[in-house]
């Protein structure tokens, strides 16, 4: 075993035990502090879940504990019903809540979702103060003791075991969701949630998944809660609340579990600390969190990871450097079995693309048979990225109609052309910056559908299985591109032209038939552009059609079977490199013009 695994299996083992004998230190008030404390825990974690780790703002987490509070209260004291079956259905009627707090997610962006989700909050307190079922202000008191053979939960000594062990249990699997597939998925859509639904993330699924973790986290805190105070009033579930819960996410650190429970611990004690001066508590808190927002983004769990990062920094200057970018190992060829004639793969049909008053594609055509290396070139501004964007499902056309493999796909989601097998980069890179070099291309590998999420909970070990499976072939694609000294590196620390090449590496770990190119070769040095020439030919050879935006012409001309010249959105030329670049109207609209941009040829 490594020695820093021991340490932390020692420390956890130490944390545990002292967890396990609190109660035994502790007064009869001081138990009841430390088992609401855990209560904040649960719904810290699955905030964290939701806004740390998804980047879904979510202020609606304490109407999940109220749904989960309240519905409990109700079914066991109006339906008489036993309280470990009204909490089972407290928690679907959470989750059910949280999938529709979830649908405005599908269509607004995240500032904006902030206030749906405040506002359904709102609507919440709202309810519950006025609505006769829950009692009004009031509330309802007169919960029953939760029952467990042989232990007396009206003891809250005894309450507080059964708490901890569900907390254990949530944020265990709450880390195991972080570590695995699903949790990168989520945090590749923080990042960049376009770049994530190009790789085939289906990111409105994948915004439910997050509101849906959140809500059942939520549904389960309200369940302790109800079981421990054995009272509901809406004041608990009040925007107050909220902003404490959202103080704690942040303050502790979002994008760590363990952070958002450490910030709910610490808040919830200094709340008990100021109990006299709610005013100052409050001020407090915002003030906290504004410094922290400023100061400290990631939080204070993120704290440790940056000094560590700019010790290392200091210390060692000479190691990134040092690591090296080692030769691409060419595919085997397999370019005899392929291709070639029969229909084409991308058929592209009198696409016009229309920005307000500009015409940035004016009906474009022009097909692609399978295994071709077609570029397309044009002087800044013709049309060449916006192609793309309509071709990958970025853009929805103004007219035309774009078939791929033999379907019809005009404007279909981003993720959805990425599953049939179509692949891009883009032309100012777009890796994911808070993920490593690795889980880049991890998230890349990983074609499984968000929908069959719920293997999380039925098949763990699968789980585990599966991306132990993913981190082998993510190893090889390192290997396979001379990135492995790059692993475990955020992309951002890597010179440009590395940059580039893990863009392609996780572009072509989707396992694309069509692969589509935007300047690859921008920013690079001749030996880097001889290389990725190399690359291009290899990943092509083994049955990938490539579509290549360039405006390094040495490249283009030695690399692309096949030419188009957009200019002003239009296809002025197509045919082979040699007979493009003698025809006329070419030469008048972007060669001759090259002469004023050398830079671009030479680049
Ligand atoms: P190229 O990649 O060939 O340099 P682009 O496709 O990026 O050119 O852009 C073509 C034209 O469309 C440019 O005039 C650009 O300003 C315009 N354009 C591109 N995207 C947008 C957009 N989202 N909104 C408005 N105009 C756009
Ligand atoms: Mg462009």
């Known amino acids: 075993m490594r020695p820093r695994v021991r340490l932390s299996l020692g420390f956890l083992f130490l944390l545990a035990a002292g967890l396990w004998f609190l109660p035994y230190g502790l007064s009869s008030y001081a138990i009841h502090v430390a088992n609401v404390i855990i209560v904040f825990a649960v719904l810290a974690v699955g905030l964290g879940l939701c806004m740390g780790v998804g980047g879904q703002v979510n202020l609606a987490q304490v109407a999940f504990f109220g749904v989960g509070a309240y519905a409990t209260a109700i079914l066991t004291t109006h339906a008489g019903l036993g309280f470990w079956l009204s909490a089972a259905i407290a928690v679907a009627a959470t989750a059910a809540t949280g999938l529709l707090v979830a649908t405005p997610a599908l269509r607004v962006q995240s500032h904006y979702l902030g206030i749906v989700t405040l506002g359904l909050a709102l609507a919440f307190t709202n309810w519950v103060t006025n609505a006769q079922i ?11 003791v939760p029952t467990l053979p042989g232990v007396d939960l009206s003891s809250e000594y005894l309450y507080y075991y059964l708490e901890l062990i569900i907390f254990a249990l949530a944020l265990a699997f709450g880390l195991f969701v972080v570590r695995t597939a699903l949790g990168r998925r989520m945090r590749a859509m923080r990042d960049d949630a376009l770049a994530a639904g190009a790789l085939g993330a289906d990111v409105p699924v994948l915004r439910m998944t997050a509101f849906l973790l959140a809500s059942v986290y939520g549904g389960i805190g309200g369940v302790l809660y109800a079981g421990l105070i054995r009272y509901v009033a809406p004041e608990s579930f009040s925007i107050a609340n909220m902003f404490l819960l959202l103080a704690m996410v942040i303050i502790g650190g979002r994008q760590s579990l363990v952070g958002c429970v450490a910030g709910a611990v610490g808040l919830y004690l200094v709340r008990e600390l ?16 504004v410094l922290v927002v400023v100061f400290a983004p990631t939080g204070l769990a993120g704290l440790p990871p940056r000094i560590r990062q700019a010790i290392a920094r200091r210390r060692g200057r000479g190691r990134e450097t040092a690591a090296q970018l080692a030769e691409f190992r060419p595919y085997p060829d397999l370019s005899e079995i392929s291709l070639e004639g029969g229909d084409p793969l991308l058929s592209i049909d009198g696409i016009t693309k229309q920005f307000r008053g500009l015409k940035a594609l004016d009906d474009v055509s022009l097909s692609v048979p399978a295994g071709q290396i077609r570029g397309i070139v044009g002087p800044n501004g013709s049309g060449k990225t916006t192609l793309f964007n309509v071709v990958s499902g970025l853009y929805r056309p103004t007219a035309g109609r774009v078939r791929f493999a033999g379907a019809d796909v005009t404007s279909r989601p981003p993720y959805r052309l990425s599953r049939a097998g179509m692949s891009r980069t883009f032309q100012n890179l777009r890796l994911f910056g808070d993920l490593t070099v690795r889980e880049n291309i991890l998230v890349a590998l990983d074609r499984s559908r968000t929908l069959s999420s719920w293997r999380y909970l039925i098949a763990p070990l699968a789980i585990v299985r599966r991306d132990r499976d993913l981190r082998r072939r993510a190893d090889e694609v390192l290997d396979r591109y001379g990135l492995t000294a790059f692993a475990a590196l955020p992309p951002e620390s890597l010179p440009y032209g590395t940059q580039r090449r893990v863009e392609i590496a996780r572009a072509v770990a989707c396992r694309p038939t069509l692969l589509l190119l935007d300047e690859p070769a921008a920013g690079l040095n001749g030996d880097e ?54 025809t006329p109207a070419v030469i008048e609209a972007y060669l001759g013009d090259s002469m004023d941009l050398p830079s671009e040829v030479t680049s």
């Not at 829950?134 to 008191?141: C, H, K, L, V």
């Not at 100021?274 to 969190?289: E, R």
């Open 134 to 144: 829950a009692g009004g202000a009031e509330g309802i008191s007169n919960i029953p």
């Open 274 to 289: 100021l109990v006299d001066h709610p005013t100052f508590a409050q001020m407090g808190y915002g003030s906290v969190v």
């Open 529 to 582: 552009v001889r290389k990725l020439g190399e690359m291009v030919r290899s990943i092509r050879d083994t049955g990938v059609t490539v579509v290549l935006i360039e405006h390094n012409m040495g490249l283009v001309m030695n690399l692309c079977e096949r030419i188009t010249v957009l200019a002003g959105g239009k296809v002025i030329a197509e045919g082979t490199p040699a007979a493009v670049a003698a």
